[in-house]
């Protein structure tokens, strides 16, 4: 899984899974280009780990729901040699049985998770399309496929982006460009550490391998899909789950 001399874009870049990503594309080769939301410290800390391994990095401050943001991401990645890598991968939750739930909790998580990446596939594909060549990966999630109470709007816009990973897999694939998605399932990251006991307690009981998923099992994941290894796989959902959605 070979990535040198290619740059890649992470959305969502400066810690828990999308830092994991980060690393291992640098471990692979590739230089990296990656957006974060406010934590300036967390993203000095992944532009270090990233050039621990050799390659370039930049950070890039950034609102995902923003087009103009998008193309600064894209300029970034330009400066470092190209657009060969885009993984979505920045994400948000609100999460409140639907009864509860307002609009702006829906729209907030619609908009970053969905549209943000929108935003950065269109971004990118101009590029890859001169280049021939690409290709992206989404984060989706096991409950885009399943579903879970008190997570409508997160469920909604997972499985809205696995819809779109299949749609535009069909669009650019003649034009040499592969789009997947990953659905990581219980991962240990700031955000599951911050569910009550209880309820980790009883995702892990559902997950056959009977343990919760490190962010370098995504990473991994992550690696090979956009490797030449992949070059004939689009259009699929990999579900990092120890067994949870089978």
């Known amino acids: 899984m070979d990535l040198t001399g290619k740059t890649a874009i992470v959305t969502g870049g400066s810690r828990g899974i999308g830092r994991a990503i980060c690393i291992e594309l640098a471990r692979r080769g590739a230089n990296v280009v990656f957006s974060y939301a406010g934590n300036a410290a967390a993203a000095d800390e992944t532009v270090k780990l990233v050039e621990a391994e050799g390659v370039a990095a930049r950070s890039v401050k950034g609102d995902v729901t923003s087009a103009d943001s998008a193309k600064e991401l894209v300029e970034a990645a330009r400066e470092l040699g190209g657009v060969d890598i885009l993984v979505n991968n920045a994400g948000i939750t609100r999460d409140k049985?639907?009864?509860?739930?307002?609009?702006?909790?829906?729209?907030?998580?619609?908009?970053?998770?969905?549209?943000?990446?929108?935003?950065?596939?269109?971004?990118v594909l101009r590029p890859m399309m001169r280049a021939k060549s690409g290709s992206i990966v989404n984060m989706a999630s096991v409950v885009g496929i399943m579903g879970n109470a008190g997570q409508a709007n997160y469920a909604a816009s997972k499985a809205g982006l696995i819809g779109m990973t299949k749609s535009v897999a069909r669009e650019v694939a003649a034009a040499g460009i592969r789009v997947n998605a990953v659905a990581p399932g219980y991962i240990e990251t700031d955000m599951t550490a911050a569910m009550p006991e209880a309820a980790q307690q009883a995702m892990c009981s559902m997950i056959p391998a009977a343990r919760a998923g490190k962010p370098e099992d995504v990473a991994r994941a992550v690696a090979f899909l956009v490797s030449d290894d992949a070059a004939y796989i689009t259009g699929q959902v990999l579900a990092v789950d120890g067994g949870m959605a089978m």
């Open 97 to 123: 049985l639907t009864a509860r739930m307002s609009e702006e909790d829906f729209d907030a998580v619609i908009a970053t998770n969905l549209k943000g990446a929108f935003l950065m596939t269109k971004a």
